[in-house]
């Protein structure tokens, strides 16, 4: 759980830094998305 803190703490350090980003890189964005899609995958397992 503490891990998880952290790396939630990391993934939204990101997400403000990729929003200077995503209007810039496209395909940076779809990239971004992938790593969304394995923070949600984590909190399951975390909920679990």
Same mark, same amino acid.
């Given at each position: 759980m503490t891990n998880y +803190? =952290?790396?939630m703490t990391n993934y939204t350090g990101l997400m +403000? !830094?990729?929003t200077g980003l995503m209007t810039s890189d +496209? =395909?940076?964005m779809t990239s971004d998305t992938g790593l969304m +899609? !394995?923070?949600s995958g984590l909190m399951t397992s975390v909920t679990a």
């Open positions: +803190t =952290g790396l +403000t !830094s990729d +496209t =395909g940076l +899609t !394995s923070v």
